[in-house]
């Protein structure tokens, strides 16, 4: 069932707000001096149920999904990735307090170093299973055994791209030698994963074939990989729906992120009837990534809040997305679901008159969830006068709703002569408060005077405008009469 989120108080987790932003609990956003935000909380989400809900049949994983986690495998292969001993150390810990099912780790046979850090984290003693990644080989397969994962994840490129210009096998020596492989894992009691590379642009038939005779094997699962990131949500619907009814196994499934389509493939292949999917912190990965793990968060919880909530502790999402960042140097995205800094901020006058009476109407993801907090922005020429009586009121102003409606305009004015800091917002609503009750005037801000030019043509363009609206209203009201009577009375009549 689609969420009918609560709408608790925020908690005033602190998320990096640019200027003219309120956090919704009156707490500092830690970039604005202490500002307090209009309080949203206050009226409930009013939705009771979702017509949006997702249709799921007998055989969606919708409610039912594991992930499998490779920062530490699919992420080091990130352009600006380098992992040390420690920080891998701290980001397996980190994930495995998020919640993740599986840890993938690179490949033993990268390098000595790997090698190590994969006996080191299988030692860490995780709720979460780790795993490694490796080649379809015997000797890769036998290093992964001895590093003490719990699993290994075996891959190789069935293609005709990659069997001819990756490693050169065809598809009889990848069955024989999978075969062997899985075996030899299963042998010595690991969970085992066997996996295409480059999936959809491999021979339909042949893949079937192959997934077939290693299912039949007893491998633990099978891993379809969109490698170059080509699929599209219904090509990934159809390839794992033919495949679940073929195997019996688990499936596992992997979407590159160079087409934009990797959290919307996920989601596509747990309709098909995937268990498993693949993600990374942030997406990093090889090229532009992978699905990404608040992403994939963000979606799914949309689709069932409580296995989500129930599952994963969501509110240690952004304390992981902050640990990956600096490990790898980059910025949280703006857009990023869930974390970006506008993620749950509410900017124009119609969306803020609407969230504040109940922010169900334009969110569907409850911040709180992911111990977010809820901003609705008051200080641009987008604002309307529903924020600045919600801000007005946090200050403890209580104004009529034509004094707001005036201050509003004078706030709108200078919007249009330069952005507005919530600062200068706040300074308008207070000197205008402070000028109904005094016989001292005082400006409303301190302007240059070519600002202060400009605003005072603004006013009374704005003010001319809303005049100018006034009298059609009162027009359009006197020439409506006569016709709401006549209909009145000639329903009487
Ligand atoms: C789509 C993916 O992301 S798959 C995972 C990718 N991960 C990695 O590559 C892990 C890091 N890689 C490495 O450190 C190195 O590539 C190693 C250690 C694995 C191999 O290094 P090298 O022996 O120097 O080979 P190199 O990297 O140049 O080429 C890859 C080799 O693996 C072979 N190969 C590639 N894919 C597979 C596969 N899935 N199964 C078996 N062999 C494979 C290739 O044929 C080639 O072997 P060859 O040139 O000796 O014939
Ligand atoms: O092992 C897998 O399933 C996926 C490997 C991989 O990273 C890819 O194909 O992009
Ligand atoms: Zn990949």
Known sequence: MCPTPDDEPVNGQTNGHANGHANGNGASNGQNGGFRGIETHKKPHQVSSNPYAPTQDFLSNISNFKIIESTLREGEQFAN???????????????????????????????????????????????????????CNMSDAKMAVETGVDGVDVVIGTSSHLMEHSHG???????????????????????????SEDSFRSDLVDLLSLYQAVDKIGVNRVGIADTVGCATPRQVFDLVRTLRGVVSCDIET?????????????????????????????GIGERNGITSLGGLMARMIVADRD????????????EVEDLVA??????????????????????AGIHAKAILNNPSTYEIITPSDFGMSRYVHFA?????????????????????????KSVTVKIKAL????????????????????????????????LTPAEKEAFAAKEKELNGVAEKRELDAEVD?????????????????
């Open 254 to 282: 992997h979407f590159h992120n160079d087409t934009g389509c990797a959290i919307a493939n996920a989601y596509c292949a747990l309709e098909a009837g995937a268990t498993h999917i693949d993600t990374s912190v942030l």
């Open 307 to 318: 296995y989500v909530k129930g599952k994963y502790r969501l509110e240690k999402l952004k």
């Open 415 to 446: 919007a249009d002569v330069r952005p507005l800091a919530i600062d200068d917002a706040d300074s308008i609503i207070r000197n205008f408060h402070f000028n109904l009750h005094s016989d001292k005037e005082r400006p409303l801000l301190e």
């Open 477 to 493: 009201e006197q020439s409506e009469q006569p016709v709401a009577k006549k209909s009145r009375n000639a329903t009487v009549a």
């Open 380 to 404: 641009s020429r987008l604002t309307g006068w529903n924020a600045i009586k919600s801000r007005a009121e946090q200050l403890g102003f209580n104004m009529s709703d034509a004094q707001i």
């Open 326 to 347: 600096e490990a790898v140097e980059v910025n949280i995205p703006f857009n990023n679901p869930i974390t970006g800094f506008c993620a749950f901020t509410h900017k």
């Open 169 to 195: 096998k065809d598809m009889t020596y990848i069955k024989e030698t999978a075969i062997e492989v899985i075996e030899y894992v299963k042998s010595c009691g690991k969970e085992i994963r066997f996996s």
């Open 81 to 135: 990735a380098f992992f040390d001993t420690e920080t891998k150390i701290k980001i397996a810990r980190a994930l495995d307090d998020f919640g993740v099912d599986y840890i993938e780790l690179t490949s033993p046979a990268a390098s000595e170093q790997s090698r190590k850090d994969c006996e080191t984290i299988a030692k860490l003693g995780l709720r979460a299973k780790t795993l490694t990644h490796v080649r």
